[in-house]
């Protein structure tokens, strides 16, 4: 089932996922396996900076599958993160679903300076 229908959910479980971006590397914030059974309806994402002294980019995508496999599609690409700052991403105004087998990953130009905190509802 690639797109469960939600008029008629059984389910919904508020979830909040929590990265520390402690590499340069893509890292996985929130997967929605293949054949899950769900949809995820992303309410935020904020990035925080917790470098006291050097502001950080940050780019977040969503990628093709999950696992942060396949094609990746940029929500925001290479924005600055000023020092102690966030950026809120994606808010309950500008909320998102993530279908089965896709993924948002989050990658830093700076190891261990950006956080990311992703509220979500996993919806069945």
């Keep these: 089932m690639a797109n469960p229908n939600i008029v008629n959910v059984t389910d ?13 590397n ?10 899950s ?3 995820f309806k992303i309410n935020s994402l904020i990035v925080s900076n917790v470098d006291g002294s050097s502001a950080a ?4 995508s969503i990628y093709s599958e999950d696992n942060i496999g396949g094609t990746a599609t940029e929500i925001v690409s290479t924005v600055s993160v000023p020092a102690d700052a966030s950026l809120v ?4 105004d500008t909320s998102i679903y993530l279908e089965e087998d896709k993924s948002i990953g989050a990658t ?3 190891a261990s300076d950006l956080k990311v905190v992703c509220s979500y509802e996993e919806i069945s």
């Design 37 to 39: 059974g769900k949809v």
């Design 89 to 92: 991403v994606i808010s309950k």
């Design 57 to 60: 980019d940050i780019t977040i």
């Design 12 to 24: 919904i479980r508020g979830k909040t996922a929590v990265v520390d971006l402690s590499t340069t």
């Design 108 to 110: 830093a130009s700076a």
């Design 26 to 35: 893509a890292t996985l914030v929130v997967e929605n396996t293949a054949a």
